[in-house]
């Protein structure tokens, strides 16, 4: 392990499982003060999930469902303001959980001393609340949607990262979870372990070194032991 420079974790669906009981319940409460019929079952959210961001992902759904693009978009922005402000209660609620077996990898990378940092296309305002609450001050170079709003699949959040960080590239592994984030980090010139989620289990995860179930199978493990 200590041959590693570093490690960069992608958030959403890869740390925590945030998608299906965080951002989806966020959205639906937002559509639902603002008294819009608007409503995204699990089944509907998984496949708006090809979308990356939250503003991006209102504005086709916005579009799709008949409005035209500039109402689309203005009508995105003002709901996501406020999905992220219930996104935030959310996790000072505590309903946003580490994934099974994310902690231990996290004490085994500290113990081996290896840094680790954070690539996420999420807004820093409910990212940084989050990883204080879940993971405490564990992450070094946190670098969010906000500051590089150039959404994977595009690698700019991994190379910010890695501008930042200064590691090696070719000692630096990237743990995500879905398509557009494996096709991030790889075009960021990085190896990719991916932790496949219910969301993500028919992504094509094929740019990836590794592709697990989940961060308790035993692959992972040895695999970041070597
Ligand atoms: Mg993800």
New binding site residues.
Partial sequence: MSRLAAVVF?????LVDS?RDGHRVAFNAAFEEAGLPDHWDIATYGRLLRITGGARRLASWFEQTGRSPDDARQLAERLHARKTAIMRDLIEDGKVQARPGVHRLLDELEAGGVPMHVA??GTRAWVEPLLDRVFGPRFQIVVTGTEVPDL?PSPAAYDEVLRLAGCPIDRTVAV???R??VRAAVAAGLRVVAARNEY?RDDDLSGAALVVDGFEDPELVTWFQQ
């Fill in positions: 992608d958030v959403d669906g890869t998608e996420t296309t994977k995500e979870d879905s557009n984030g993500t």
